[in-house]
């Protein structure tokens, strides 16, 4: 019995025994306690009801993989080879990065519930609960090296924000991987989405880059106040959208994108990251390493590189382990 197959059981937010859970799965109604002790601790939030069972604050929509190639349109499939959906692993980028060792890999999507070893930028981890957010990996080969994919998770925010906008919300983008939205009636902007790029191969021949993207879809009250930065959750604003539609959304555009991206390069994505560019003309803190400079946004380029003045003086900012925060 895996965490998975528990959670399509309680996934329509139903009321589910003890004894029914464990008749469904094959196991004791002991082995079903266990499970559901595991999923407390991996941060699901189950409503225990008096003499009858537990269920799931409100239902889930678990990924399918033949949902979510249905709902691609014609282009996008004739571009997708393959598509997994996991129910739960280390991370879903380690997932594809495996899959080029093995001489595939490219044109993969990999959807996964759960991820125990997700990584965000700068080593930071990232953990949803199962079924919460929206984490998938697109591998892609590109022939012309790493200096072809200058601005490439620019790029990526850029259709991941298009996306959201078809769906009625207005992301904001910070330089340089990560989705912002305001948090409800507020207009504190908080961290909704992230990427993370990686790269392998030649810097000035083939090379197999893996784009890893996290979503908060749902998050419990608990894990918001333990994360140490404004956070944004999607359901927040739009509860009864499809996670299976919204993965189909993000492929699809993720896949129309990277067709073009070695050939045309940022430039074409430029002018759409800077409508939606967070702090535009605000005070920011850059944050390199142990160092923290004062600093006013500017306009991202055609490499992607962020343009800022810092004591009078323009900069160019690029990639590596570079982050801004705006300043207070």
């Known amino acids: 019995m895996s965490i998975g197959h528990l959670m399509r059981l309680l996934s329509d937010g139903e009321v589910h025994s003890g004894e029914q859970l464990g008749d469904a799965l094959g196991v004791s109604r002991a082995a079903v306690w266990k499970q ?43 571009h997708l080879a393959r598509l997994f959906v996991e129910d739960q692993l280390p991370s879903s980028n380690a997932y594809l990065r495996d899959r080029f060792e093995q001489g595939a890999g490219h044109a993969e999507v990999c959807l996964v519930e759960l991820q125990t070893a997700g990584r965000g930028r700068r080593g930071r981890v990232w953990t949803t609960p199962w079924g919460q957010s929206l984490m998938l990996s697109v591998g892609w080969r590109f022939e012309a090296g790493v200096a072809a994919l200058e601005g490439l998770s620019l790029a990526v925010g850029v259709v991941v924000a298009q996306v959201l906008e078809q769906h009625g919300v207005a992301p904001r983008l910070k330089w340089p991987n990560d989705i912002l939205l305001a948090q409800g009636d507020s207009a504190e902007l908080g961290k909704l989405a992230g990427i993370l790029v990686e790269v392998t191969g030649d810097a000035a021949g083939p090379c197999e880059v893996v784009i890893g993207m996290g979503m908060n879809l749902q998050l419990p009250e608990s894990m918001r106040q333990a994360i140490e930065q404004p956070v944004a959750a999607l359901f927040d604003d739009l509860p009864s959208l499809s996670r299976n539609q919204l993965a189909a959304d993000v492929v699809a555009g993720l896949l129309a994108m990277l067709a073009g991206f070695e050939e045309q390069g940022f430039a074409p994505w430029r002018a759409a990251w800077n409508q939606r560019h967070a702090y535009t003309d605000q005070p920011i803190q850059v944050i390199q390493g142990n160092q923290v400079h004062e600093a006013v946004a500017g306009e991202v380029d055609d490499s992607g590189s962020l343009w800022v003045t810092e004591a009078g003086h323009s900069k160019r900012l690029s990639g590596g382990e570079i982050s801004v925060r705006r300043r207070l």
């Open 36 to 78: 559901l002790k595991k999923l407390d601790a991996l941060g699901v939030e189950l409503v225990a009801v008096k003499g009858r069972g537990y269920r799931l604050p409100q239902p889930l929509e678990p990924l399918v993989g033949a949902k979510v190639v249905e709902r691609l349109p014609a282009s996008a499939r004739h």
